[in-house]
């Protein structure tokens, strides 16, 4: 089993819809939990940042970390067209390397 | 402006010929790393250097070699470019040791051997 575990898709929703993407990890000592997007032809970019367990909010995005579960999700409002991408979740302890997850494209539908 | 400068954007080349992909960050970031992403496969780590001539294999690393001889570069060779590594790859930066994580990715650097 893989340390990050994530549906690639591809996911394609209207625009204005809630989408929910979501990653699994095995590491119980994962304890930073990452949210990276990466458009079309760049490289990946940090989108959200959560530490241990519970709720980040930051506009229209929400990350969420269940640990007793292992399971880590981000929420986006409002969908735009804009937010067509890959979406990446990532996961370390601290001192190892981020693991990543394989990525979610997203494509979202005028 | 804080940055990680990869270059070439984009190399065809044939098979065995020696290439060098550089990259450059600004941010005195003592963790480095080399990813390359397939479809399908997605971001795979090649090799990382936790600090200056600090180095060490990831998930993929047969036929790759990097150095890390300053802070600020981190030069990923492939002495005998073969077409499997055909791919898109990518250099980040971050600190190391800190709760504060974060990579910092180059442009990516499309490689095709023919």
């Known amino acids: 089993q893989k340390e990050v575990e994530q549906d690639p898709g591809p996911l394609s929703v209207p625009e204005g819809a809630i989408v929910s993407l979501n990653c699994t990890y095995s590491?119980?000592?994962?304890?930073?939990f990452m949210w990276y997007r990466q458009y079309s032809r760049k490289g990946p970019e940090l989108l959200m940042y959560?530490?241990?367990?519970g709720n980040k909010e930051d506009g229209r995005f929400t990350a969420q970390v269940d640990k007793s579960s292992k399971y880590i999700s981000l929420f986006i409002r409002d969908s735009q067209p804009s937010d067509s991408a890959t979406y990446l979740c990532?996961?370390?302890?601290?001192?190892?390397?981020?693991?990543f997850g394989k990525g979610t494209r997203l494509s979202v539908i005028a | 402006e804080a940055q990680v400068t990869q270059n070439p954007r984009y190399l065809i080349t044939v098979t065995g010929k020696k290439l060098t992909v550089t990259c450059s960050q600004n941010?005195?970031?003592?963790?480095m790393s080399w990813y390359r992403q397939d479809p399908g496969l997605g971001l795979r780590q090649i090799y990382y250097?936790?600090?200056?001539?600090?180095?060490d294999k990831g998930d993929v690393p047969e036929g790759y070699k990097v150095s890390r001889k300053e802070k600020r570069n981190f030069p990923l060779i492939l002495e005998s470019p073969s077409p499997n590594q055909t791919s898109l790859y990518f250099c980040?930066?971050?600190?190391?040791?800190?709760?504060?994580?974060?990579?910092?990715f180059g442009q990516g650097t499309r490689l095709t051997v023919v």
């Open positions: 980040a930066s971050s600190f190391w040791g800190q709760t504060n994580t974060e990579a910092f």
């Open positions: 590491n119980s000592a994962f304890q930073y």
């Open positions: 959560t530490y241990s367990s």
């Open positions: 990532a996961c370390c302890s601290g001192n190892t390397p981020l693991v």
């Open positions: 941010m005195n970031h003592e963790y």
């Open positions: 250097s936790m600090n200056v001539e600090v180095t």
